[in-house]
């Protein structure tokens, strides 16, 4: 299992594409925006995403 | 049906349900992302990902249905967002985001060329092949958020939420016995690892490529380490 590539690939080779736009800004107005009662947030631990 | 044929077939059905998912998940991301990031590449990268995530359903549901379990997919499903309640719109997006992307997808990609090393069936290798050169995009989707986020706004807050995205990444058995009849080279031959195999490269992409990946971009990893340590019974 190649780890070592497999971090190159996909850390850094993301890294790279985001930073080739501009960047982000902070958001100051609506910082406390909380996202939609319906989008189902769990509640205080989060959970995780399944995969193969 | 063999016993791999049998695991197989299910594994495959149970792979259309997490693609389906994360079509819809991508999809929701791309809309919130571009909100408060409108420069940001990542919607458009997310946008595309959906569209082959519903790929991958098909193609995942087929094979599933060769081997011998028929998928029926519920084509009004919905996927709940997973971060905790107490975040605002921006920090929920790249909780999910992290835990989609940065674990999962990067998880799958490690599975996808550990399964591509070995052989296959024609038909899977096939199917295997047309899903790895997607997933690299959809793994470095995350990272690219990441990486502009710890720019941008505060991540740190990531570290002590991992240990949950960990938990709920797995499936209940993945420490545990594998099943007595388990037929490791049957099961790499239909694109399935045998458990022990699973493990290993589950244990491996956390600490060689997720935890030094947060760790780069300012989330501690500690936690996430910790929560390992005890699942995995390492202590
Ligand atoms: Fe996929
Ligand atoms: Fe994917």
Known sequence: MHFKKLFQVLVLGGAFLGAAAGCAQANAADKDKKPPADAGTTDSSGGGVKGW | ?235
């Open chain 2, 1 to 235: 049906m063999s016993s791999a044929r049998r695991a197989a077939a299910e594994a495959w059905a149970f792979r259309a349900r997490v693609e389906q998912e994360a079509a819809l998940r991508f999809d929701r991301l791309a809309e919130v992302v571009a909100s408060f990031d409108p420069d940001s590449p990542v919607p458009a990268m997310m946008r595309r990902a959906a569209d082959d995530e519903r790929r991958h359903t098909e193609l995942c549901a087929r094979l599933a249905g060769r081997l011998g379990n028929p998928v029926v997919l519920d084509r009004d499903a919905a996927v709940a967002a997973i971060a905790p309640r107490s975040l605002d719109e921006r920090k929920a997006a790249l909780y999910e985001v992290v835990a989609a992307c940065c674990i999962t997808e990067t998880e799958s990609m490690a599975t996808l060329t550990t399964l591509l090393a070995s052989e296959q069936d024609p038909e899977v290798r096939e199917v295997l092949h047309a899903i790895s050169r997607d997933e690299v995009v959809h793994s470095r989707m995350g990272w690219a958020h990441l990486s502009r986020e710890s720019v941008a706004a505060e991540v740190a807050f990531l570290g002590p939420l991992v240990p949950g995205m960990l938990a709920g990444t797995i499936d209940a058995g993945l420490f545990g016995a594998p099943p007595a009849d388990e037929d490791p080279e049957g099961l790499l031959r239909l694109g399935v690892l045998s458990l022990s195999k699973k493990r290993a490269v589950f244990l491996g992409t956390l600490e060689q490529v997720v935890f030094p990946g947060l760790e780069k971009f300012g989330v501690d990893p500690e936690p996430g380490r910790r929560w390992l340590a005890h699942a995995a019974g390492l202590r």
